[in-house]
């Protein structure tokens, strides 16, 4: 762990400490180091051939915020099955502690099943614990939105009711995305006004906000919007 540590100070970058912990309100910047998501996934490419690594994803919690991030960069580095990356993030996620530690990994090995992945977000989803719910709804944006869509989520994700805003935002992100990859579907639910307020709001202005949305339909989302 202390040789880990030492490596990371190595790659420490002040001024991008200071730049990143404002875009984390909610963390003690004590914590954050500074290192760079390039270097830090350089990094973790390095440790997976290393026996190291093994006693390093086994050390939780971790103290610094990099650290988090490195674990997750081994586990995608790490992971050849579907069932090994399933079981290391699982491990991981109940220490997971920020959105941005939340959404900066995604094994590739996921995608050797799919099918099973889905059912592991219905899980993740109904976890009590804010991030693992919040990795759910992320996982469903990156691989069940294109030709792997299945309508029903529209409806699951419109029963999560919550006041959490890292779970709300999430939600927000994944019906924007919806919106431009999966418009027909989607668009009842807003004209339906099936969402929170919040979520319905925040849903709109993000997809307003992509270029892959033409100025007729931006247009029409304006109108949707909820006074």
């Given at each position: 762990?202390?040789?880990?540590?030492?490596?990371?100070?190595?790659?420490?970058?002040?001024?991008?400490?200071?730049?990143?912990?404002?875009?984390?309100?909610?963390?003690?910047?004590?914590?954050?180091?500074?290192?760079?998501?390039?270097?830090?996934?350089?990094?973790?490419?390095?440790?997976?051939?290393?026996?190291?690594?093994?006693?390093?994803?086994?050390?939780?919690?971790?103290?610094?915020?990099?650290e988090?991030?490195?674990?997750?960069?081994?586990i995608e580095n790490?992971?050849?099955?579907?069932?090994?990356?399933?079981?290391?993030?699982?491990?991981?996620?109940?220490y997971?502690?920020?959105?941005?530690t939340?959404?900066?990994?995604s094994?590739?090995?996921?995608?050797?099943?799919?099918?099973?992945?889905?059912?592991?977000?219905?899980?993740?989803?109904?976890?009590?614990h804010v991030?693992?719910?919040?990795?759910?709804?992320?996982t469903?944006l990156?691989?069940?939105?294109?030709?792997?869509?299945?309508?029903?989520?529209?409806?699951?994700?419109?029963?999560?009711?919550?006041?959490?805003?890292?779970?709300?935002?999430?939600?927000a992100?994944?019906?924007?995305?919806?919106?431009?990859?999966q418009?027909?579907?989607?668009?009842?639910?807003?004209?339906?006004?099936?969402?929170?307020?919040?979520?319905?709001?925040?849903?709109?202005?993000?997809?307003?906000e992509?270029?892959r949305?033409?100025?007729?339909?931006?247009?029409?989302?304006?109108?949707?919007k909820?006074?």
């Amino acid at each position: 762990m202390k040789k880990i540590e030492e490596k990371l100070f190595a790659l420490q970058d002040l001024q991008y400490r200071d730049f990143h912990s404002r875009l984390m309100p909610d963390y003690k910047k004590d914590f954050v180091i500074g290192v760079r998501t390039p270097a830090l996934r350089k990094l973790a490419k390095e440790l997976a051939k290393d026996k190291d690594s093994e006693v390093f994803l086994k050390e939780l919690p971790h103290k610094y915020y990099e650290e988090n991030n490195l674990h997750a960069y081994l586990i995608e580095n790490i992971a050849k099955t579907f069932e090994e990356a399933v079981m290391l993030t699982e491990k991981f996620l109940p220490y997971v502690d920020n959105w941005a530690t939340c959404d900066t990994f995604s094994p590739k090995a996921f995608k050797k099943d799919l099918n099973a992945l889905y059912d592991k977000t219905l899980e993740w989803m109904n976890s009590s614990h804010v991030y693992t719910v919040r990795y759910g709804i992320v996982t469903q944006l990156q691989h069940f939105l294109d030709v792997e869509f299945r309508k029903e989520m529209l409806d699951i994700m419109a029963e999560i009711h919550t006041e959490e805003y890292y779970i709300n935002m999430a939600i927000a992100w994944y019906y924007s995305f919806a919106l431009i990859k999966q418009y027909t579907a989607t668009i009842p639910l807003f004209e339906e006004r099936r969402l929170d307020k919040w979520v319905h709001n925040k849903s709109l202005q993000k997809a307003i906000e992509s270029y892959r949305i033409d100025k007729e339909t931006k247009d029409y989302l304006r109108s949707l919007k909820i006074k």
